[in-house]
């Protein structure tokens, strides 16, 4: 049994003091408490009031104070961090050429486009480039204000029948305060242990008018964050890119192709007269990096390779609330956002020439190959022929990328109630318009062929060749992208009748949103002018209407049953139904019994059933490798949309139990099972590689590897299951204060897709097939509060997993280790009006488990689960007046 399922059944079984209800949700009390003096209130998952908030849906609540303990400092962080979160989601470390500086989350390791995120109940903007490729449009939660935030709700369970689509995988929303009264500026700096990543926030809410006796509110919250870039040659474990020491490792952060010729799969240095390699580079021995015989012109890519883009971050976030009569509210909010990262570009430090480079054919819009031999009139080229090279243009400029996002959202409303019902409509519109430049280090294929050719380009001493050849050459990009969302809704809620068991809730609503996208190529990549274009292409615009109505039908005194049923009409592809049906059973005080099923769907992205064209880079391990077979080499993926995609349909299983044996004791067990159709992907690209699937690996004449072509199609089912288990334990004593427990573990006990296209399902659970999903990971945290002082202890914990992403890696590494990090907060509120505290994150200073199938140049682990942020020192204040 995994360790952490060891820890919480031990503290359930010995910890018998009691345990009061969160403050927000009060959900617990209604097990052994007087539910009838909390006020009603709605939780994610259902539009119905009420005061028994443990529903048939399972809703993990993370409340400010937790928040506040937790030293993360942003809501994606927080996010990230919670067992739910299994994997399949971007994080900010992610330094791709798609959406960098961005972060989403998965829930269930679906991937962050089943996972629907809503502020206040309602939906946001798509970041407005997709992740992954194209195929994930997901809201970027680096966007959203922590300082604002009351609370962070996680339904985990599939939700299309209230949300639509999205909601697959569970629903995150993010509540913000409400009513508040006074005001509280703070600050905080940061800095790791190791070095890098200094951080500065500084955050201001205030509100005015109490609803209650003013008859309005408003509330208005600004927060500052600034936090410098963290290169690979900052730490230890990757600045010198060596990795031989380590299994399956090489000298993987070291590039080859500084400057060489390849004469017969032999490397041959490009030396001076004096035998000396360009500047920049170093002659070394080929094989330790790339397997090659002979000797290469190389360096190390540490200095040049990002593991942490930096990030500034404004925002500012505004709600009221104005009491037109007894009986009717106006509402509003906005929400403005500005975040800026920058990077060196992925594995391109500068740009490189060599095999399996492309262009687009501006005629054409077709990509075409773009050849890589030198001609036999250049100067630099002894052999009287074409000869192949590989060389960096270090001369052109550091491969530098800025990623500018601004996005908001507006909202207005009104809502009233009456004697049985509440009612409310509102209307929103939000944007999120995302700059990516890109100041140097791509190349303009047309001066550079004149450059080769003609030899005006000084290959053995750049240094010499004219700046006016150098300028001809470079090219800087700018690739824009916006995506818009516009939506009116209106819902009531209230008592429809009843039985012969109590009052039956309802709720019904209609909805209306457009939803547009749109991602654009730099001009110089339609023109046919950029070697090796990172295209992300996307022109998409939908619109949805939808209407849905709920019900909770008592059964008996302790029995009830939950029904809820949603239409949605897409304009682009057709009719969706989402059905689901809950029950709530209390047999006793202590014990609560719960279970759901629905059906849901989620519908093609805008990127997925648009014309939509990609085209990125990565590394694939070829079994027919010309020069070494079994290495990993870096083709050019190609991947189309597809507009006749299907919705994928799902069906979503839960039953749990909730047990509250004593007051301030709570925990639940849940069960979930999802199963999918039609799912949206395309074909595993190691798997074509390792199968050599014609018409989708093109090679040279040579047979190396140049490009790896995909499109979306609808492949066939998925299957996950899994169980959660949350513990939360408040122990009071009078001499030595109060300390509260609380876990939350999430078992995946299998996660089932094809690999191809019609294959057959491959279990993906505890192992790094496609992306890593750990079996287990957990979330513990032991906090203490006496006097004037709290401290928080939370342990976060992930499995290990099998090594299945190459043949290569499976031979030197059958396992990944396990990972845990401690975090600790200490606060002091002994000076009135203000709290100081200090924050240690990853206290043991932990290194990511060694992976041997990520030995290249950004580091020997997965970056999408861990990071190289070390031992993270903060500290701050927070002032209230």
Not at 229 to 239: C, G, I
Not at 288 to 298: E, K
Not at 524 to 547: N, Y
Not at 845 to 858: C, K, L, N, T
Request: charged share 20%.
């Amino acid at each position: 049994m995994p360790q952490h399922t060891l820890l919480v059944a031990a503290l359930a079984a010995a910890l018998a003091a009691p345990l009061p209800a969160a403050a927000e949700t009060s959900a617990e009390t209604t097990a052994s408490g007087d539910a009838s003096t909390l006020a009603a209130v709605r939780v994610t998952g259902s539009n119905i009031k009420r005061t028994d908030t443990e529903t048939a849906n399972p809703v993990q609540v993370i409340g400010r104070e937790q928040l506040e303990a937790t030293g993360k400092a942003s809501v994606a962080d927080v996010l990230r961090s919670i067992s739910a979160n299994t994997g399949n989601a971007a994080n900010e470390t992610s330094n791709s050429g798609w959406a960098s500086g961005s972060a989403g989350i998965g829930l269930r390791g679906l991937s962050q486009k089943n996972t629907l995120v809503l502020l206040n109940g309602r939906r946001l903007a798509n970041y407005g480039f997709p992740a992954n490729g194209l195929s994930d449009t997901f809201v970027n939660l680096n966007a959203l204000p922590l300082v604002a935030v009351e609370r962070i709700e996680v339904l985990k369970d599939g939700a299309s029948a209230v949300y639509g689509s999205d909601a697959v995988a569970g629903v995150v929303n993010i509540i913000t305060r409400q009513n508040y009264q006074g005001a509280e500026v703070g600050g905080s700096v940061g800095t790791a242990d190791q070095g890098g990543l200094d951080e500065t926030k500084l955050k201001f809410v205030g509100g005015l008018g109490d609803l209650e006796t003013d008859g309005y509110n408003i509330l208005f919250s600004l927060e500052a964050y600034n936090r410098d870039r963290l290169d690979q040659d900052e730490r230890d474990l990757t600045k010198s890119g060596i990795y031989s020491d380590q299994p399956g490792g090489r000298w993987n952060g070291w590039s080859a192709k500084g400057a060489r010729y390849l004469v017969n799969g032999v490397s041959v240095p490009m030396l001076d007269a004096n035998g000396q390699c360009p500047d920049g580079t170093t002659r070394v021995a080929s094989a330790p990096i790339d397997g090659l015989a002979g000797d290469t012109c190389g360096f190390n890519q540490a200095p040049f390779t990002t593991l942490i883009p930096s990030t500034k971050r404004w925002q500012a976030y505004a709600n009221g609330t104005f009491r037109l009569s007894d009986t009717v509210e106006a509402f509003g909010e906005v929400l403005y956002s500005e975040v800026k990262g920058v990077s060196w570009f992925g594995s391109s430090p500068f740009f490189t020439l060599e095999s399996g480079r492309f262009a687009l054919n501006a005629d054409t819009g077709l990509a075409e190959p773009v050849s890589s031999n030198l001609p036999a009139g250049n100067p630099y080229n002894p052999y009287g022929r074409a000869i192949p090279i590989e060389y960096t243009f270090f001369n052109l400029g550091g491969t530098i990328k800025t990623n500018r996002s601004q996005s908001y959202r507006g909202l207005v409303g009104l809502r009233g109630s009456s004697e049985r019902w509440d009612w409310e409509v509102g209307a929103f519109g939000a944007r999120s318009s995302e700059r990516e430049t890109v100041s140097g280090g791509f190349a303009n294929r047309w001066t550079l062929a004149d450059a080769l050719a003609t030899g005006s380009y000084n290959l053995l001493d750049p240094s010499a060749t004219p700046q006016s050849v150098l300028d001809g050459i470079n090219i800087a990009t700018l690739r824009p992208a916006e995506s818009k969302l516009q939506g009116i809704d209106a819902k009531i809620s209230g008592t429809l009748g009843h039985t012969w068991a109590g009052d039956i809730g309802f709720a019904s609503g209609v909805e209306w949103r457009r939803e547009k996208l749109d991602s654009n190529n730099p001009w110089q990549i339609d023109a046919g002018l950029q070697v090796r274009p990172a295209i992300a292409e996307v022109h998409g615009e939908r619109t949805v209407s939808a209407a849905y109505a709920e019900a909770i039908v008592p059964l008996a005194s302790k029995l009830e049953l939950s029904v809820a049923a949603r239409a949605d009409h897409y304009d682009d592809f057709g009719d969706a139904f989402s059905p689901k049906l809950g029950l709530r059973w209390q047999p006793l005080d202590f014990l609560l019994v719960r279970a759901a099923a629905s059906k849901g769907f989620r519908a093609p992205s805008l990127s997925e059933n648009s014309d939509s064209t990609s085209i990125s880079y990565g590394s694939v391990v070829d079994p027919r490798d010309p020069d070494l077979p079994g290495s990993r080499q870096n083709p050019t993926f190609f991947t189309v949309g597809n507009t006749e995609l299907k919705p994928e349909r799902t069906r979503s299983y839960n039953f749990g139990v909730v047990l509250s044996p004593w007051a301030n004791t709570n925990l639940s067990v849940d069960y979930y099972k999802i199963e999918l159709e039609n799912l949206v992907g395309t074909n595993n690209t190691q798997t074509l590689v390792t199968n050599d699937v014609p018409g989708a690996v093109q090679r040279d004449e040579r047979g190396k590897i140049q490009a790896v072509y995909n499109r979306y199609q609808n492949l066939s089912d998925l299957k996950t299951s899994g169980i959660d288990v949350e513990l939360r334990q408040r122990i009071p004593t009078e001499r030595l204060g109060t300390f509260n427990l609380s876990s939350a573990y999430t078992h995946v006990r299998d996660y089932r897709r094809p690999t191809v296209i019609g294959g057959p399902l491959v279990n993906y659970a505890g192992s790094n097939l496609g992306a890593t999903l750990p079996k287990d990971k957990a979330t513990t945290t032991l906090d203490w509060s006496y006097g004037d002082v709290r401290t928080a202890l939370t342990w976060y914990y992930t499995s290990g997993y099998d090594q299945k992403a190459s043949a290569t890696a499976q031979a030197v590494q059958d396992r990944v280790d396990s990972y845990s990090q401690f975090d600790l907060y200490v606060g002091y509120t002994g000076f009135e009006q203000l709290t100081l505290y200090a924050k240690i994150q990853n206290l043991g200073d932990e290194d990511p488990p060694y992976d041997a199938s990520f030995p290249g140049i950004r580091a020997p682990y997965d970056f999408s689960q861990y990071d190289l942020r070390g031992r993270y020192f903060t500290v701050g204040f927070d002032y209230r007046f």
